[in-house]
């Protein structure tokens, strides 16, 4: 779904990346904030729910996979990311609170910016007088996030508040080889582990390089093997 296509959406050319689903996402440690999220998306219930972690843990994926599965069960979701939102007027959001689910990723962008701050506390309030959902994201628990108003600090924790943890090396080999196995191919394991070595370690960055390898080996009817990996890797330096 593309902001600005439907009446009340964001003018913003937003989209929900195809690849961002509950069933692509691997979870490990972190099973019990996705389930959390997932019966949010899919039936409602918590009026807030945050989740928090640095980059790379998969916030944005999965707000987007709540838009969808909130969307797929007739409950009208919408994806707000504040990286963006902040450039625009705050009044866009003003009716959003008949959204069944919102969903502010980055929220601690709006730190310092009281306007914005202001609408995103209104819409929380309405949303919930109306028995929506808001759920947000950031890089640190509410509280820890700095120039923010204390109403809205304490309207972020009012849910379940849930620290997003790392993958570990093995989690990030197993990830990948579900990864490689939904696109229709095998990743052996000295191939996976060669590119936690050579790539960037996060799981976008990584990947993305997967994917990137993917369509490479079918242009070259060539296996993922670590000899073909590394030559491809090579040329890129």
Not at 83 to 90: E, K, R, Y
Not at 116 to 127: C, G, I, V
């Amino acid at each position: 779904m593309t902001a600005g296509n439907a009446a009340g959406q964001l003018p913003l050319p937003i989209s929900l990346d195809q690849g961002a689903t509950f069933g692509n996402f691997y979870a490990a440690s972190n099973q019990t904030g996705v389930e959390a999220l997932v019966t949010l998306a899919r039936r409602g219930g918590e009026r807030a729910l945050f989740l928090w972690g640095g980059d790379g843990r998969g916030k944005s994926h999965l707000l987007q996979a709540a838009c969808r599965l909130a969307n797929v069960n007739s409950r009208r979701a919408i994806y707000l990311p504040m990286g963006q939102a902040v450039l625009l007027d705050p009044q866009v959001v003003e009716n959003l609170d008949s959204y069944a689910l919102v969903c502010v990723d980055d929220v601690q962008r709006a730190a310092g910016i009281e306007p914005w701050q202001q609408a995103l506390l209104t819409l929380f309030d309405a949303l919930s007088a109306r028995g929506g959902s808001f759920v947000a994201t950031a890089r640190t628990a509410p509280a820890a996030i700095k120039r923010l108003l204390p109403d809205l600090t304490s309207r972020l924790a009012w849910g379940p508040v849930f620290q997003l943890a790392p993958l570990t090396d093995e989690e990030k080999i197993i990830a990948l080889k579900q990864r490689a196995s939904r696109r229709g191919f095998e990743l052996p394991d000295d191939t996976a582990q060669f590119l936690l070595k050579r790539q960037q370690r996060d799981m976008h960055s990584l990947c993305s390089t997967l994917d990137a390898l993917d369509i490479a080996s079918l242009a070259a009817q060539r296996k993922l093997t670590l000899p073909f990996v590394k030559s491809l890797l090579d040329k890129r330096v």
